[in-house]
């Protein structure tokens, strides 16, 4: 199993630019969630899909956009970019169990760059 | 969201138990304890949850207190690997998002 991966894992971007950034869930899951993590922070939750939707969403501009496709993997879009963008980016995914609390694994990130 | 509090950081020896407190004095009743650690270069790791009783598993045991305003992760003998962010997480049932804080940062030595 190869768990959560994201590609890529380095992003170097300038200021207005856009950029998408992918993850593929660990296989049995069907729910990612995304987070930022700025250096020397804890990661900050952007949003959560399920079934293609957006289920929940933190506290960020609609600049940050996502998609869930059927395979369960998943788009974080993020338009006009800003220097305080750049950042370490971390998908999560999870199996959405009513029965039980499951666990979320996280991948190895994109460290995105805005220059 | 209800918050937690950690230390900002905690030394161990090596081959010692560690006890990381973590306090949550706003906690709800359907709000989960969950710890999850990250290594230095990777994405964070699940490492134990639990809502009343106190939980073991493979990698640490989790205490929590009766009125569930605080709660302990134990890790029973450190290794230099368990160096990390330890973060103490409140996650509403199983389906809430997880608001990490600034997390205990954990240094080991030999």
């Known amino acids: 199993d190869a768990g959560v991966t994201q590609s890529p894992t380095h992003l170097i971007k300038t200021r207005g630019q856009q950029v998408t950034l992918r993850c593929s869930p660990k296989?049995?899951?069907?729910?990612v969630s995304w987070y930022q993590q700025a250096l020397g922070q804890g990661p900050q939750f952007i949003f959560q899909?399920?079934?293609?939707?957006?289920?929940q969403r933190g506290n960020f501009p609609d600049r940050f956009s996502g998609h869930q496709f059927p395979n369960y993997s998943s788009e974080l879009n993020v338009n006009a970019l800003l220097l305080g963008d750049s950042a370490l980016y971390l998908c999560?995914?999870?199996?959405?169990?009513?029965?039980?609390?499951?666990?979320?694994?996280f991948g190895q990130g994109t460290r995105l760059t805005v220059v | 969201d209800a918050k937690t509090t950690q230390p900002n950081s905690m030394e161990s020896n090596e081959e010692e138990p560690v006890h990381l407190p973590c306090n949550h004095s706003?906690?709800?009743?359907?709000?989960?304890i969950h710890w999850y650690r990250q290594l230095p270069s990777q994405g964070p790791e699940y490492v134990i949850h639990?809502?009343?009783s106190n939980v073991n598993n493979r990698m640490a045991s989790l205490a929590i207190a009766e009125d569930r305003k605080s709660s302990t992760l134990i890790l029973h003998r450190a290794t230099l690997r368990d160096a990390a962010v330890y973060y103490c997480?409140?996650?509403?049932?199983?389906?809430?998002?997880?608001?990490f804080g600034q997390g205990t940062t954990l240094q080991v030595k030999p």
């Open positions: 997480i409140l996650r509403w049932g199983n389906t809430g998002k997880l608001i």
């Open positions: 999560a995914s999870s199996y959405n169990s009513v029965f039980t609390v499951t666990e979320a694994f």
């Open positions: 706003t906690i709800s009743g359907t709000d989960y």
């Open positions: 899909y399920y079934e293609e939707e957006e289920r």
């Open positions: 639990g809502l009343t």
């Open positions: 296989s049995g899951h069907d729910t």
